[in-house]
Protein backbone atom coordinates (compact mmCIF):
# COMPACT_ATOMS: atom_id res chain seq x y z
CA UNK A 1 0.00 0.00 0.00
CA UNK A 2 1.96 3.23 -0.64
CA UNK A 3 1.30 6.39 0.96
CA UNK A 4 -1.30 8.02 -1.00
CA UNK A 5 -3.60 5.20 0.05
CA UNK A 6 -4.26 5.35 3.69
CA UNK A 7 -5.82 2.26 4.99
CA UNK A 8 -9.30 2.08 5.55
CA UNK A 9 -11.55 -0.04 8.45
CA UNK A 10 -15.27 -0.45 7.88
CA UNK A 11 -15.07 -3.05 10.80
CA UNK A 12 -18.62 -1.67 12.47
CA UNK A 13 -19.50 0.26 9.62
CA UNK A 14 -22.70 -0.44 6.67
CA UNK A 15 -21.98 -0.52 3.35
CA UNK A 16 -24.54 0.43 1.55
CA UNK A 17 -24.81 -0.66 -2.34
CA UNK A 18 -25.02 2.26 -4.87
CA UNK A 19 -27.67 1.93 -7.56
CA UNK A 20 -25.46 0.15 -10.32
CA UNK A 21 -24.71 -2.61 -8.26
CA UNK A 22 -26.76 -4.94 -10.25
CA UNK A 23 -25.29 -8.23 -8.43
CA UNK A 24 -28.46 -10.15 -7.33
CA UNK A 25 -26.86 -11.21 -4.12
CA UNK A 26 -25.73 -7.50 -3.72
CA UNK A 27 -28.27 -5.25 -5.31
CA UNK A 28 -30.00 -2.56 -3.19
CA UNK A 29 -28.11 -4.35 -0.06
CA UNK A 30 -26.70 -3.23 3.49
CA UNK A 31 -23.98 -5.01 4.72
CA UNK A 32 -23.00 -5.09 8.27
CA UNK A 33 -18.78 -5.02 8.65
CA UNK A 34 -17.90 -7.67 11.26
CA UNK A 35 -14.33 -7.47 10.39
CA UNK A 36 -12.12 -5.87 8.12
CA UNK A 37 -8.00 -5.63 7.97
CA UNK A 38 -5.36 -5.59 5.38
CA UNK A 39 -5.80 -9.63 4.79
CA UNK A 40 -9.96 -9.08 3.47
CA UNK A 41 -13.11 -7.87 4.86
CA UNK A 42 -15.97 -10.12 6.36
CA UNK A 43 -19.72 -8.87 6.66
CA UNK A 44 -23.32 -9.70 7.04
CA UNK A 45 -26.28 -8.90 4.66
CA UNK A 46 -29.16 -7.66 7.12
CA UNK A 47 -31.76 -6.95 4.89
CA UNK A 48 -32.76 -9.87 2.71
CA UNK A 49 -34.53 -12.15 4.30
CA UNK A 50 -34.09 -15.77 3.22
CA UNK A 51 -37.87 -17.82 3.09
CA UNK A 52 -36.99 -19.81 6.36
CA UNK A 53 -38.66 -18.21 9.54
CA UNK A 54 -36.58 -18.15 12.94
CA UNK A 55 -39.42 -20.99 13.85
CA UNK A 56 -37.99 -23.23 10.87
CA UNK A 57 -35.02 -22.89 11.34
CA UNK A 58 -34.94 -24.11 15.04
CA UNK A 59 -36.99 -27.30 13.96
CA UNK A 60 -34.27 -27.74 11.22
CA UNK A 61 -31.69 -27.99 14.12
CA UNK A 62 -33.93 -29.72 16.84
CA UNK A 63 -34.67 -27.17 19.20
CA UNK A 64 -37.50 -25.53 20.45
CA UNK A 65 -37.91 -21.70 20.33
CA UNK A 66 -39.11 -20.28 23.61
CA UNK A 67 -39.39 -16.96 22.46
CA UNK A 68 -42.71 -15.66 20.32
CA UNK A 69 -41.21 -12.40 19.49
CA UNK A 70 -39.02 -14.48 17.57
CA UNK A 71 -40.91 -17.25 16.01
CA UNK A 72 -41.85 -15.55 12.89
CA UNK A 73 -38.86 -13.15 12.06
CA UNK A 74 -36.92 -14.04 8.94
CA UNK A 75 -33.45 -15.78 8.54
CA UNK A 76 -31.48 -13.91 6.31
CA UNK A 77 -29.59 -14.36 3.30
CA UNK A 78 -25.86 -12.91 4.62
CA UNK A 79 -23.90 -13.59 1.48
CA UNK A 80 -23.14 -16.26 -0.84
CA UNK A 81 -19.89 -17.53 1.04
CA UNK A 82 -21.04 -20.54 3.62
CA UNK A 83 -24.65 -20.43 3.04
CA UNK A 84 -25.19 -23.19 4.88
CA UNK A 85 -24.00 -21.82 8.14
CA UNK A 86 -25.55 -19.81 10.09
CA UNK A 87 -23.97 -16.47 11.33
CA UNK A 88 -26.08 -15.11 14.58
CA UNK A 89 -25.42 -11.18 15.09
CA UNK A 90 -26.60 -9.66 18.59
CA UNK A 91 -25.65 -7.36 21.11
CA UNK A 92 -22.88 -7.91 23.32
CA UNK A 93 -23.00 -10.04 26.29
CA UNK A 94 -20.75 -11.00 28.53
CA UNK A 95 -20.33 -13.62 31.48
CA UNK A 96 -21.76 -12.48 34.99
CA UNK A 97 -18.49 -13.05 36.47
CA UNK A 98 -16.29 -12.96 33.53
CA UNK A 99 -12.68 -13.70 34.54
CA UNK A 100 -11.61 -11.27 31.79
CA UNK A 101 -14.09 -8.18 31.17
CA UNK A 102 -14.22 -8.51 27.54
CA UNK A 103 -14.86 -12.80 27.73
CA UNK A 104 -17.97 -13.80 25.30
CA UNK A 105 -19.37 -16.13 26.98
CA UNK A 106 -20.55 -18.62 23.71
CA UNK A 107 -17.33 -20.93 22.44
CA UNK A 108 -16.98 -19.43 18.98
CA UNK A 109 -17.77 -15.56 19.10
CA UNK A 110 -15.83 -12.60 17.11
CA UNK A 111 -16.69 -9.37 19.38
CA UNK A 112 -16.64 -6.69 16.83
CA UNK A 113 -15.42 -3.30 18.12
CA UNK A 114 -17.92 -0.78 18.21
CA UNK A 115 -20.16 -3.33 20.65
CA UNK A 116 -21.90 -6.13 18.93
CA UNK A 117 -20.84 -9.72 17.99
CA UNK A 118 -21.68 -12.41 15.73
CA UNK A 119 -21.53 -15.69 17.16
CA UNK A 120 -21.06 -19.40 14.88
CA UNK A 121 -21.30 -22.14 18.29
CA UNK A 122 -24.71 -23.88 18.57
CA UNK A 123 -24.38 -23.11 22.06
CA UNK A 124 -26.08 -19.56 21.22
CA UNK A 125 -29.39 -20.91 19.74
CA UNK A 126 -28.94 -23.60 22.39
CA UNK A 127 -29.86 -19.89 24.88
CA UNK A 128 -31.89 -18.49 22.40
CA UNK A 129 -34.04 -21.38 22.26
CA UNK A 130 -35.05 -21.50 26.37
CA UNK A 131 -35.69 -17.45 26.22
CA UNK A 132 -32.20 -16.65 27.44
CA UNK A 133 -29.38 -15.80 25.77
CA UNK A 134 -29.68 -12.22 23.66
CA UNK A 135 -32.53 -10.30 23.31
CA UNK A 136 -31.65 -8.13 19.94
CA UNK A 137 -30.57 -10.84 17.44
CA UNK A 138 -30.17 -11.00 13.55
CA UNK A 139 -29.42 -14.83 12.13
CA UNK A 140 -28.21 -15.03 8.73
CA UNK A 141 -27.13 -18.14 6.72
CA UNK A 142 -23.88 -17.27 4.87
CA UNK A 143 -21.58 -14.42 4.86
CA UNK A 144 -20.36 -12.08 2.20
CA UNK A 145 -16.15 -12.01 2.08
CA UNK A 146 -13.95 -9.70 -0.16
CA UNK A 147 -9.98 -10.95 -0.17
CA UNK A 148 -7.20 -8.65 0.36
CA UNK A 149 -7.85 -5.02 -1.68
CA UNK A 150 -10.88 -6.38 -3.24
CA UNK A 151 -13.72 -4.06 -1.10
CA UNK A 152 -11.44 -1.10 -1.56
CA UNK A 153 -11.51 -1.71 -5.06
CA UNK A 154 -14.87 -1.79 -5.07
CA UNK A 155 -15.73 1.35 -3.41
CA UNK A 156 -12.95 3.14 -5.65
CA UNK A 157 -15.15 2.08 -8.05
CA UNK A 158 -18.17 3.66 -6.52
CA UNK A 159 -19.83 0.39 -5.83
CA UNK A 160 -20.18 1.23 -1.78
CA UNK A 161 -20.99 4.01 -0.15
CA UNK A 162 -20.02 3.64 3.56
CA UNK A 163 -21.19 4.87 7.22
CA UNK A 164 -20.81 4.21 10.53
CA UNK A 165 -23.07 1.16 12.02
CA UNK A 166 -26.01 1.95 13.73
CA UNK A 167 -27.63 -0.95 15.79
CA UNK A 168 -30.97 0.32 15.76
CA UNK A 169 -31.14 -0.15 12.13
CA UNK A 170 -30.32 -3.75 12.62
CA UNK A 171 -32.05 -4.82 15.19
CA UNK A 172 -35.21 -1.99 15.31
CA UNK A 173 -36.41 -1.15 11.96
CA UNK A 174 -38.58 -3.36 9.87
CA UNK A 175 -36.59 -5.07 7.04
CA UNK A 176 -37.99 -3.27 3.68
CA UNK A 177 -37.12 0.35 5.28
CA UNK A 178 -33.70 -0.73 6.28
CA UNK A 179 -31.69 0.40 3.24
CA UNK A 180 -33.08 4.11 3.09
CA UNK A 181 -32.41 4.29 7.28
CA UNK A 182 -28.84 3.54 6.54
CA UNK A 183 -29.06 5.76 3.22
CA UNK A 184 -30.52 8.58 6.25
CA UNK A 185 -27.51 7.93 8.38
CA UNK A 186 -25.45 10.10 5.53
CA UNK A 187 -28.23 12.68 5.21
CA UNK A 188 -29.33 10.85 1.83
CA UNK A 189 -32.33 9.60 0.22
CA UNK A 190 -32.40 6.98 -2.34
CA UNK A 191 -33.77 9.37 -5.41
CA UNK A 192 -30.49 11.30 -4.72
CA UNK A 193 -27.94 8.75 -5.55
CA UNK A 194 -30.51 6.87 -8.28
CA UNK A 195 -29.44 6.31 -12.14
CA UNK A 196 -32.62 8.54 -12.64
CA UNK A 197 -32.17 11.40 -10.15
CA UNK A 198 -33.16 14.67 -10.98
CA UNK A 199 -36.37 13.64 -12.27
CA UNK A 200 -39.67 14.85 -10.41
Known amino acids: MNAETPSINL ?19 VVYMCEHSERGA ?14 GLFEKV ?10 LAPVFQGGPVHTERG ?21 STLSIPGGLEMTTSRDVLEAISTGAG ?13 AQGQLESEIAENSWLT ?5 GVI ?18 ESWMISPGAGHA
Do not use: C
Not at 12 to 29: R, V
Not at 43 to 51: A, E, F, Q, R, W
Not at 171 to 188: I, N, S
Open 11 to 29: THHFLIAMPGLQDETFNKS
Open 42 to 55: LGLVINKPSDMTMR
Open 62 to 71: DLPLGRTDLS
Open 87 to 107: FVLHEPLTAVEPVVPSDPIYA
Open 134 to 146: PKKVLISLGYAAW
Open 163 to 167: VDADP
Open 171 to 188: FDTPVEQRYDKALALLGL
